[in-house]
């Protein structure tokens, strides 16, 4: 069982940096694959990092390539996700998710533990 919080949402105005951080309780984390995944208004929960377990293996959805950053710190069963130059389409909730059965998943139905959420606006 893992449990996933995450936070550090907020307001932020376009240009804006801003992180994520989702802290995971439980002893697997270590062997879950980590994804965040956002959710705007009126639209479909879409992939935006993945990280594996080792952290070895990273990817992004094209809208995150260059901009967002992800990483995690297993002494600290934390998962990260770094922002930078925010835009108003960013605007979302925000979620975590732990997937333990592969290295590392694009793919929302293969993620068994999934945070509350944080919500992210940016102001344009």
């Known amino acids: 069982q893992v449990q996933l919080v995450e936070s550090g949402g907020g307001l932020v105005q376009a240009g804006d940096s801003l992180r994520l951080s989702c802290a995971a309780s439980?002893?697997?984390?270590?062997?879950?694959?980590m994804g965040w995944f956002r959710q705007a208004p009126g639209k479909e929960r879409e992939f935006v990092a993945t990280i594996s377990r080792d952290g070895g293996g990273i990817l992004y959805a094209d809208s995150a390539k260059g901009r967002f950053t992800i990483s995690r710190d297993s002494a600290k069963n934390t998962v990260y996700l770094q922002m930078y130059s925010l835009k108003p389409e960013d605007t979302a909730v925000y979620y975590c998710?732990?997937?333990?059965?592969?290295?590392?998943?694009?793919?929302?139905?293969?993620?068994?533990?999934w945070g509350q959420g944080t919500q992210v606006t940016v102001s344009s």
């Open positions: 998710a732990a997937d333990r059965r592969n290295y590392y998943s694009t793919v929302e139905r293969t993620y068994e533990y």
């Open positions: 439980g002893r697997t984390f270590s062997s879950c694959a």
